[in-house]
């Protein structure tokens, strides 16, 4: 658009997509992490990507955190009206504070569009046997089968160790996660710098392999601190849109 040429941000966008090896990268002007109205802005633009993309009876996978909230919060399909999509959370309980789990983020999106949700709460930190007895519950498979059918997925993109402490993962994890050089973590995978993964939260729900026969991946992150994250979680390879804001793209490109 012409807004974005004139500060630039097709710009990023081109390059980006050079760099990152992401098909399409979509640049919001602003520093999200500093602003308030840049991150609705932020918000705002991936709630229009995902309307884009939307199609009957899709299921819509969604993460936690305050970026992905931020883009429900921006929803706004008019009039139009989507009774036959549905919105899962992408995983169980991954240790976040209500307003911030991924639940209560579908059900949002769903309200916002007049669309269909399911929620779905696992216990964040469950023992072996507790897991395995809870993957033969009729009601937790039937929620696996939908959540793996997904064919959106929108991701949040966290730095690896600011989101295991806000995770309140233990001292274990945190030594693992920094003998790994984790820089980065989306739906509860940590990531190196180099696009691996470190470590992996055990809970339910959309595992990386599954993430791969859904139709659009979409990876959501704003501030110049997730730099390296986002530039990480771009090398694992499963991003077909990645939206950030000015302040990302501006870091990301400093790495290069
Ligand atoms: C989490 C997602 O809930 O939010 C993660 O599962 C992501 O994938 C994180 O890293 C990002 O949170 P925020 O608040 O920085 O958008």
């Known amino acids: 658009s012409m807004i974005k ?4 941000l097709s710009e990023y966008e081109t390059k980006l997509q050079e760099i990152l090896n992401v ?5 919001a002007p602003g520093q999200s ?11 705002r633009t991936a709630a229009s990507l995902l309307l884009s993309v939307l199609s009957e009876d899709d299921i819509v996978a969604v993460t936690g955190g305050s970026t992905v909230a931020m883009m429900a919060e ?4 008019g009039s139009s009206l989507y009774p036959s999509v549905l919105f899962v959370p992408a995983r169980g309980g991954l240790g976040e504070n209500v307003e911030l789990q991924a639940s209560h983020i579908a059900a949002r999106c769903a309200s916002k569009l007049g669309a269909q949700y399911r929620m779905f709460h ?18 937790i498979r039937e929620m696996l089968t939908l959540i793996r059918s997904a064919k959106i997925v929108v991701h ?22 920094k003998n790994g050089n984790a820089v980065g973590e989306a739906f509860g995978y940590y990531f190196d710098q180099d696009g691996n993964i470190v470590y992996r939260m ?37 991003m077909d849109v990645l939206i950030m804001d000015e302040s990302a793209a501006k870091g990301i490109l400093a790495l290069y």
């Open 156 to 177: 949040g993109i966290g730095q690896a160790m600011e989101m295991a402490i806000r995770r309140k993962a233990p001292d274990e994890i945190l030594t693992i996660l």
């Open 202 to 238: 055990e809970t339910m729900g959309l595992q990386l392999e599954q993430i791969k026969s859904a139709r659009v991946v979409v990876g959501l992150a704003g501030g110049a601190g997730k730099a390296k994250a986002i530039d990480a979680i771009a090398k694992s390879g499963l």
């Open 74 to 77: 921006m929803m706004n399909s």
């Open 5 to 8: 040429d004139l500060y630039g």
């Open 33 to 43: 992490a500093m602003s308030d109205l840049d991150k609705k802005e932020l918000g």
């Open 23 to 27: 098909k399409r990268v979509i640049v």
């Open 122 to 139: 696992v216990s964040d930190f469950l023992g072996a046997a507790a897991y395995e007895m809870l993957q033969k519950d009729p009601y």
